[in-house]
């Protein structure tokens, strides 16, 4: 069930070719860039990472993009990076990780009721898309966030993933402005929350810390009707 109808604005046509492609190289920049972390670590995963999570997900994380030591690496979405520290502990304590650690694909981890996906599928040189690569990318996203359920919710990590959340649902990035812990609603009873990006710089600083995530889980837990 669809639970965001496309607008008449919508700034993304979203196609059933536009599913994950472990192939794309739409983007000449990250695809050249892959090419040449691969060469230097040809262990790693240097493709686009896919979503993480179970397909019906009643919570869809958005964040990024692939850091080059950890999902770039491992092929999982904040696994095997500093990132993924605070996240994987915190949906562990919420009940959507089986485990609070994420270290490789094949550590057991698995997801329930939560899919985690990224506005840019590739990772980006010096971790920074540009405008026109996360423009790029925005049809994969429209086509993952269509599976939302009615009443779902949708936590966007940071600015860049609060606004091709925003484009990606086919509105106008100048009526939701982000902010950490707020709450933008979306139609079908679905909503939005913004959160601080859980990157090292956010969690060291002392700008994001695990009782300001914490908050935000809460209202998600209180917006989807679960204890938090």
């Not at 030591?69 to 089986?98: C, E, K, M, Q, V």
């Not at 091709?164 to 609603?185: D, N, Q, S, W």
């Amino acid at each position: 069930m669809r639970a965001i109808p496309a607008k008449p604005d919508i700034l993304t046509e979203v196609r059933a070719s536009d599913a994950y492609d472990p192939g794309c190289r739409r983007c000449a920049r990250l695809a050249a860039f892959l090419d040449t972390v691969r060469a230097g670590n040809p262990g790693y995963f240097c493709r686009p990472v896919p979503p993480f999570g179970v397909d019906d997900a009643a919570l869809v994380i958005v964040g990024l993009a692939p850091g080059m030591h950890g999902a770039n690496a491992s092929g999982r979405p904040f696994t095997g990076d500093h990132a993924g520290i605070l996240l994987y502990a915190t949906l562990h304590a919420y009940g959507y990780a089986s485990q609070a650690v994420a270290v490789s694909r094949d550590d057991g981890l698995t997801l329930s009721r939560c899919r985690i996906t990224n506005a840019v599928k590739c990772l980006p040189p010096e971790n920074k898309p540009t405008p026109a690569e996360a423009r790029e990318c925005n049809a994969y996203l429209a086509a993952d966030l269509r599976a939302l359920p009615a009443g779902g919710a949708i936590l966007a990590l940071g600015r860049i993933a609060h606004d091709a959340t925003v484009r990606a649902l086919g509105r106008k990035v100048e009526a939701f402005a982000f902010a950490h812990g707020a709450r933008h609603a979306l139609d079908d009873g679905a909503a939005l929350f913004d959160s601080y990006h859980c990157s090292r710089y956010n969690t060291n600083t002392g700008r994001l810390t695990p009782a300001m995530f914490r908050a935000v889980f809460d209202g998600i837990a209180a917006h989807l009707g679960r204890a938090g």
